[in-house]
């Protein structure tokens, strides 16, 4: 089983759609959690942390499932500009430093 | 964003010559490090850095070696690129402070022939 998992997709959902992602993680002692975007060809981008108590960030959502170890993006009245890979990125405490568990990231497509 | 570059942005190299690739910040972060990316991969971690002169082998450390002489470069060099080794290659920095974000320079696409 892979430390992070996630589903490929694509999702593809028309502009003003709801959609949301999930990340898996098998580590139970994983510490720290994050969303990344990444578009095609280029470096991927904190998109938002992921805190015990979930956060918001304008139409984005993340929240942490320690219970059942998962984290989600729920993003609200999709955007053409929301196209792109979505990763998730789990750390845990190593020697001396975090070790960086990134999922293969989700791609989302939204139509017009 | 984050102030780090990366040069060269496009390389091609023939098998067996080596290649170095540098990251630079502006940051003045503790930690960086060399991640590779392929499809159906995630990024992938080579090797990292916590401090001048230390650092420390990744998952897929075969192959490449690194160097730190300033706090602000860090270096990776494939001793003799391998066509295995094509793929596209970016550098991290992060902090030491309790959130732990890492921030990624825009990449170096490298094609080994």
């Known amino acids: 089983r892979k430390e992070v998992e996630q589903d490929p997709g694509p999702f593809n959902v028309p502009e003003g759609a709801t959609v949301a992602f999930n990340c898996t993680y098998s580590?139970?002692?994983?510490?720290?959690f994050f969303w990344y975007r990444q578009d095609c060809r280029k470096e991927p981008k904190l998109l938002m942390s992921?805190?015990?108590s979930g956060n918001e960030d304008g139409r984005f959502t993340a929240q942490l499932n320690r219970a059942s170890q998962y984290i989600s993006l729920l993003i609200r009245d999709s955007k053409l500009s929301d196209s792109a890979t979505y990763l998730c990125?789990?750390?845990?405490?190593?020697?001396?430093?975090?070790?960086?568990?990134f999922g293969t990231g989700t791609r989302l497509k939204v139509l017009a | 964003d984050a102030g780090i570059t990366q040069s060269p942005r496009h390389k091609v190299t023939e098998t067996g010559t080596p290649v170095t690739l540098r990251c630079h910040q502006t940051?003045?972060?503790?930690?960086m490090y060399w991640y590779r990316q392929d499809p159906g991969h995630g990024l992938r971690l080579i090797h990292y850095?916590?401090?001048?002169?230390?650092?420390d082998k990744g998952e897929v450390s075969d192959g490449y070696s690194v160097s730190r002489s300033k706090t602000e470069d860090f270096l990776l060099t494939l001793e003799s690129a391998t066509s295995s080794q094509t793929s596209v290659y970016f550098c991290?920095?992060?902090?030491?402070?309790?959130?732990?974000?890492?921030?990624f320079g825009p990449g170096t696409r490298l094609t080994v022939t």
């Open positions: 991290a920095i992060s902090g030491t402070s309790s959130v732990v974000e890492q921030y």
């Open positions: 990125v789990v750390t845990s405490e190593g020697s001396g430093t975090y070790k960086y568990i």
């Open positions: 850095s916590y401090g001048v002169k230390d650092t």
């Open positions: 940051e003045n972060h503790r930690y």
């Open positions: 992921v805190y015990s």
């Open positions: 580590n139970s002692a994983s510490q720290s």
